[in-house]
């Protein structure tokens, strides 16, 4: 399983996008935790509406002490052999993260 870590605090106008762009990738094997700072904005409104709709979407809102809190505690929860993160106002090219788990599933 490939877990996809997303850091994001009032990220509005980022996250549906982010969330996306993971969705596009057809990947059966994965898994999208995105770790919310705390938004003030409408970031968690827009992650629930997806969450309840996609299973493999996983997420918490809480305060934490900056990006790499976040990251540390979606660590924590990811359940993959394999871990990406993905910045919210990042993307993935199409189809990368099933050529990911191809290239991994065929390493000795």
């Not at 605090?9 to 996306?20: P, Q």
Request: hydrophobic share 35%.
């Amino acid at each position: 399983m490939i877990s996809v870590i997303t850091p994001v605090y009032n990220g509005e106008s980022f996250i549906e996008s982010c969330i996306k762009i993971v969705i596009e990738q057809n990947c059966g094997d994965v898994e999208h935790i995105i770790v919310d700072g705390g938004s003030q904005d409408g970031t968690v409104t827009i992650i629930k509406q997806y969450a309840e709709k996609y299973p493999h979407i996983r997420w918490i809102s809480e305060a934490d002490q900056g990006q790499s809190d976040a990251m540390n505690k979606g660590l924590d929860m990811a359940k993959g052999n394999i871990i990406s993160f993905l910045n919210v106002d990042d993307y993935y090219e199409p189809l990368v993260l099933n050529k990911i788990q191809k290239f991994f599933n065929n390493l000795p």
